[in-house]
Nanobody, 126 residues
């Protein structure tokens, strides 16, 4: 199984980036998916999760209204559109897949993560 995240980079505060996570080796549509991030010196934190069909979505309060998670099951790809970026959004962003057929709540609780991607660095300058 591979989860390949891409789309990170350097952007000025107020700017936008779109992250992608290409999945292979798994039945993508059977897995709830999520984005997490880890800033320097801090613990990894949940950013957003999305259910198998995309019908249920959860956002951390810190990104609500600025970030949008989505998925394309036909392309086996997860996305994170990030707008109005702030310096505090600077982190390595990781995509993750829940255990197959598990609801996205396991990603929110952190006790049912099956696969992690390698991460992509997002740097927001002030």
């Amino acid at each position: 199984v591979q989860l390949q995240a891409s789309g990170g980079g350097l952007v000025q505060a107020g700017g936008s980036l779109r992250l992608s996570c290409a999945a292979s080796g798994l039945t993508f549509s059977n897995h709830a998916m999520g984005w997490f991030r880890q800033a320097p010196g801090k613990e990894r934190e949940l950013v957003a999760t999305i259910s198998w069909t995309g019908g249920s979505i959860y956002y951390a309060d810190s990104v609500k209204g600025r970030f949008t998670i989505s998925r394309d099951n036909a392309k086996n790809t997860l996305y994170l559109q990030m707008n109005s970026l702030k310096p505090e959004d600077t982190a390595v962003y990781y995509c993750a897949a829940a255990e197959e057929d598990q609801a996205m709540g396991v990603l929110i609780r952190g006790d049912g993560i099956k696969y992690w991607g390698a991460g992509t660095l997002v740097t927001v300058s002030s």
